[in-house]
């Protein structure tokens, strides 16, 4: 945590092992080895500004750069909050600690929780999955029916490098569940919706 603290000080390349569908991850840029590349950060308040959304929901807070650029882009909307879900309480107070000095912290509920225990009150306009991988089925599974048929649904780490992430995106839009698009980032981000909003 602490090297990882230090790396975010700065930009640099990514350097995410090449894949198939993203040979040259260099092109893109981190802030260090683990938080969401910075375009996709700018690409997360981008998709804030156009959808909308009244109620956003981010499963895996980890340092807080994803949940700052929802919030950025709630609060130029002018309305609607982000949820914010992180199990380990030292991540989780680091994070908290980021959205106070960012002056953000009105527009975000940080929760010290489980996502898949966490309970959501109402309709999910934009809900971003970027918690530990190995949980990122089960929690959209049960946070996709409360998703709006319209809302979206932002999958982070779908590259191949990961497997176990595109693999369960691609398995639920096979059972019907959702519609989904494969970004080629070097990290992988899936972008979908529920399928029967479609109809």
């Known amino acids: 945590m602490e090297r990882v603290a230090d790396d975010e000080q700065f930009t640099q390349p990514e350097y995410t092992p090449a894949t198939p569908e993203c040979p040259q991850p260099e092109l893109w840029k981190m802030l260090d080895s683990q938080t969401t590349e910075v375009e996709v950060l700018e690409l997360l308040k981008t998709l804030v500004t156009t959808l909308k959304p009244k109620l956003v929901v981010e499963t895996g807070t980890f340092l807080g750069h ?34 106070e000095d960012s002056g953000l912290a009105p527009w975000i509920e940080s929760r010290l929780e489980s996502s898949l225990e966490t309970v959501i009150d109402g309709s999910i306009d934009l809900l971003y ?71």
Do not use: Y
């Not at 950025?72 to 879900?85: A, D, Q, S, W």
């Not at 780490?157 to 595109?166: G, T």
């Open 129 to 199: 999955s970027d918690s530990h991988l190995a949980n990122r089925e089960a929690e959209i599974q049960r946070l996709l029916p409360q998703l709006d048929p319209r809302g979206v649904l932002v999958i982070h780490d779908a590259s191949s490098h990961f497997k176990l992430v595109p693999e369960a995106a691609l398995r639920m839009e096979a059972e019907g569940l959702i519609s989904a698009v494969l970004l080629s980032t070097p990290r992988g981000v899936v972008i979908a919706q529920r399928r029967d909003g479609r109809q």
């Open 66 to 99: 994803g949940t700052v650029k929802l919030a950025e882009g709630v609060k130029e909307n002018g309305f609607g909050k982000v949820i914010t879900v992180e199990f380990d309480a030292s991540i989780h107070a680091r994070a908290v600690k980021r959205f």
